[in-house]
């Protein structure tokens, strides 16, 4: 039996970077009445977590931002190419004091529980300090990469120095000038952090497992000239991510390496080696589906990486090789001076892998099966739980009181990534089985969808949204269809997080649409065109 009580919010979303910022906009656009909570002291998801020396984004700043408003764009002018975790909180908060959205807002206050509740269709959040709200559309604004992985080392508690993940950043700043200073993890973090630590700690020691295959950032600074050229051309360049594979303003190559005469192939690498993903998808059309192509683009980095590494030993350890796995089934970090910090006498680089894995961090350090080490300082910079790991962090239960995380056990079965069956009106900006894209691109197309869905229930007065099963089985095997078409298949052989394989005791599985980002919107737009068949609008009885 329905109740007549009136949730105390239309709708409840946690997290608030650029997919709470977007779900203000665009709910209160739609006359709802929205809240956004966050754990953190400040707006900016990521960026008010990942404060590590030399974060910054790997997407270039003036297509990293929203869209929803062409005033916000003319407004707000970057410094350069690539912004640093500051300048974007900067904007972030920019966006919000433009937009009036600081009463919406909630910080300092964790979610640790939602329960879908059968007999209002409402949602019952509760928070860290006991108090509950409810809504009728709960939606999970956390990110895809915001659930750090902490490794199991033993020994963890009884190092005497800071032991934190870079994640976890202290807000209060850290002193390691002249302090020594160990890293386990070598990702994209690392890639930015270790340059800018490396000038003023004592040494820095990286453990690394994986070598990455590693594209020069080549930051520069934004012009007024280039500033001009980009917002006089504004209009084409939201155009141009809605309609790139990666959510990126770049254009399509137009041609094939397959195709090519060889004596062109290098010419082209070259010319085109100008820093960012660009190199990439500007080349050739064929670099991440013709394993020949693949091997070859491996190669050219493989030599430009070698070329910046003075120590042969190392760069053995650093670089990839063509027959370790294909160029982008790992991530490939962009470079911000990273290769060259190895030719420091004060960096040093263990191979955690085969030469000697860690046994335990002591009191004064790690130490692996051969050496121990010891540190002031001790990061981990050891990834996320991606897609997934905000979503199971606390229990979201649906209808039939099963958690997210005891749904997605075994598959992190989803719609288009942002609903699943048996949560009703719940909703997700890109969750499991989205694309992996420049993320404002994804998280406005998300929040769009999320938007015109609501909009119809409100309209044509539905009280459920309900994700079919139907459709969740639908996309599940199509995405892992896709996934195996493509040569991302191998990741899970080299522990990508992108497919899982960096959790323990977790099987790796598909999280993500491969299919092309400009495809998986077009999806999101026929859904919307064709009345959501994905889903079932129902009324409760009164």
């Not at 979610?111 to 959040?125: E, F, M, N, R």
């Amino acid at each position: 039996m329905m109740t007549s009580q009136q949730p105390d919010y239309d709708a409840i979303v946690i997290g608030a970077g650029f997919a709470g910022l977007a779900a203000i906009h665009h709910l209160r656009e739609a006359g709802l009445s929205v809240k956004v909570f966050d754990r953190a002291a400040d707006i900016g998801g990521t960026w008010t977590w990942n404060r590590y020396p030399g974060a910054m984004t790997d997407s270039e700043s003036y297509y990293y931002c929203l869209t929803f408003s062409k005033e916000l764009l003319q407004e707000w002018s970057w410094s350069k190419r690539f912004p640093d975790w500051k300048e974007t909180l900067d904007y972030m908060r920019f966006v919000a004091d433009k937009c009036d959205m600081w009463p919406h807002i909630q910080l300092n206050t964790e979610i640790v529980s939602a329960d879908y509740q059968k007999d209002s269709g409402h949602w019952l959040i509760t928070t860290g300090g006991g108090e509950t709200y409810t809504c009728k559309y709960f939606i999970s604004g956390m990110g895809m990469i915001s659930e750090p992985v902490i490794p199991k080392i033993e020994g963890m508690d009884r190092f005497k120095g800071p032991l934190f993940h870079s994640s976890r950043w202290p807000q209060e700043g850290l002193d390691y000038a002249d302090k020594r200073v160990g890293i386990i993890g070598a990702g994209a973090t690392t890639v930015q952090m270790l340059p800018v630590m490396a000038q003023t700690a004592a040494n820095v020691t990286v453990f690394h497992r994986t070598p990455n295959f590693i594209m020069p950032a080549m930051q520069k600074p934004m012009t007024p000239e280039w500033e001009k050229e980009i917002k006089d051309n504004y209009d084409e360049i939201v155009s141009m991510c809605r309609n790139h594979v990666f959510g990126m303003a770049f254009n399509t190559a137009g041609r094939n390496l397959a195709d090519t005469p060889p004596e062109k192939i290098q010419q082209i690498f070259e010319e085109n080696w100008n820093g960012s993903f660009r190199w990439v998808f500007e080349t050739f059309d064929d670099l991440l589906s013709n394993p020949e192509a693949n091997k070859m683009a491996s190669q050219f980095i493989i030599d430009k990486m070698r070329e910046r590494v003075d120590d042969p030993e190392v760069a053995d350890l650093l670089i990839p090789s063509t027959d370790d796995y294909p160029l982008f089934a790992k991530r490939p970090p962009l470079d911000h001076g990273y290769l060259e910090a190895y030719n420091r006498d004060n960096v040093h680089l263990v191979d955690i892998k085969d030469r000697e894995p860690i046994v335990e961090i002591t009191e004064t350090g790690v130490r692996t099966t051969e050496n121990d080490y010891e540190f002031d300082i001790i990061v981990l910079a050891t990834g996320f739980r991606a897609y997934t790991g905000a979503l199971e962090a606390f229990p979201i239960r649906g209808e039939s009181g099963e958690s997210l995380r005891e749904k997605w056990k075994k598959t992190s079965a989803c719609i288009m990534g942002v609903c699943t069956a048996d949560f009703p009106n719940l909703f997700m900006v890109t969750g499991p089985q989205a694309p992996f894209a420049n993320l404002p691109t994804s998280i406005e197309q998300n929040v769009i969808w999320i938007t015109d869905c609501i909009k119809k229930m409100e309209s044509e007065g539905y009280d459920l949204c309900v994700p079919r099963q139907a459709a969740e089985e639908e996309w599940t095997a199509h995405v892992a269809d896709i996934h195996e078409q493509t040569l991302m298949n191998q990741g899970d052989t080299v522990h990508s997080w992108m497919m899982g394989a960096n959790i323990e005791n977790h099987k790796p599985r598909v999280l993500i649409y491969f299919g092309g980002a400009n495809a998986y919107y077009d999806r999101l737009r026929e859904s919307v065109d064709g009345g959501f068949p994905e889903v079932a609008f129902e009324r409760l009885a009164s």
